[in-house]
């Protein structure tokens, strides 16, 4: 072999083992050391497994709208993607949940859980209107253990809102905690028919929730009363209570200001006293009660003549509004209802 030829040959060996000792078989860049690593990408698999379920979690649950025995636990879901303001709680009622989402929210944010997150079972000892009816509500979290320590939200460690099916009849109690996540309280229905139970609740340390479900009460129904705008002046206990809204338009924050009067002297009312720490509590429904919205003063220390609370309507339709304050040691209730653009 001449000389010429071995070292062509030479070079060409050469040259093949530079290349193919430079094509990296992990399909990193071997220059640089971005290779992936085993756990990259065991993560990234378990992000899109979680992306999987997360997926057929929400189609489960758009179609599972329903009434649910009272025994079995009703699942919360938040409003997801809602944007919240001033401590507004909001909930998506079907589901149960707050929206929301530390502990319980300051000004400016919500709070809440996915329907993972927690379980209620609501049990009553009997369900017929008119009579004293014991209801314990048992709390448990996503494995089915139960909640043994709660944060107190407002005075109180659960809030338990109670409503007909026609929004007429309203009631704002606080159950006692016993342990291992069980609440109780004495309640009576007014009549019977469908009612829906609402608990509010700030597991320790965690995010606050929402958990509801429909019950039916034995016993004569009222007659079902249309819910439709109401005027925005009313007498409460001597007092004139006029609400006003910034604005009645969906996905934007609304400003609900309460103004109060003397209604025989017409003077402005200056003197309101604190209500579960606050100077009052709002309370909202869509109409269909699947759209609940919790929400607490701007200025949380005011004593009137006005109250003003932040929040943002989910959806357009119609909306009930309570509005609860305490005057001269007594507690005072409102109740509005408006319609949202």
């Known amino acids: ?8 040959t030479l070079t060409t060996l050469l040259a093949f083992g530079f290349f ?39 189609a489960e649950e758009a179609s599972a709208h329903g009434i649910q025995d009272v025994q079995e636990p009703h699942e919360a879901r938040g ?10 709680h909001t909930a998506n009622a079907s589901h149960g949940a707050h929206t929301g989402h530390g502990a319980h929210a300051e000004h400016g944010a919500g709070h809440g859980v996915s329907s993972d997150d927690y379980k209620a079972a609501f049990q009553f000892n009997a369900l017929n209107a008119g ?3 014991e209801l ?25 809102i109670i409503v007909n099916h026609d929004l007429s009849y309203f009631e704002h109690i606080h159950p006692d905690y016993l342990e291992n996540g069980v609440f109780t309280v004495n309640t009576t229905f007014p009549a019977g028919g469908k009612y829906k139970l609402f608990a509010d609740f700030v597991p320790q340390g ?8 429909w019950v039916t009460v034995a016993g004569e129904e009222q007659a079902h009363a249309p819910i439709k705008p109401t005027n925005l002046v009313q007498q409460v206990d001597g007092k004139r209570v006029e609400l006003s809204l910034s604005n009645t338009l969906s996905n934007e924050e609304a400003v609900l200001a309460f ?10 009312i200056d003197n309101l006293e604190p209500y579960l720490g606050a100077i009052g509590h709002v309370v909202i429904l869509s109409a269909d009660a699947e759209e609940y919205i919790h929400v607490h003063p701007v200025d949380e220390d005011g004593t009137g003549p006005k109250a003003e609370f932040a929040t943002i309507f989910p959806n357009s339709g119609i909306y009930k509004i309570w ?16 319609e949202i653009q």
């Open 323 to 338: 509005g609860q304050f305490q005057h001269k040691n007594e507690v005072f209730t409102t109740a509005f209802v408006v």
């Open 131 to 133: 009579s004293d009816t």
């Open 206 to 213: 965690a995010h606050g929730a929402t958990l509801s479900e």
């Open 79 to 88: 409003n997801h993607g809602t944007q919240e303001a001033h401590g507004t």
């Open 20 to 58: 193919t000792g430079c094509d990296d078989p992990k399909g990193g860049d071997s220059s640089s050391g971005n290779q992936r690593s085993p756990q990259d990408k065991a993560g990234r698999e378990a992000q899109l497994d979680g992306q999987g379920e997360h997926g057929a979690h929400e």
């Open 136 to 160: 314990t509500i048992k709390i448990t979290n996503k494995d089915g253990q139960p909640v043994q320590q709660f944060d107190v939200n407002h005075e109180k460690l659960m809030h338990l």
């Open 1 to 8: 072999m001449s000389k010429k030829m071995a070292f062509l």
């Open 259 to 268: 103004e109060f009067q003397d209604a025989a002297t017409k003077q402005g």
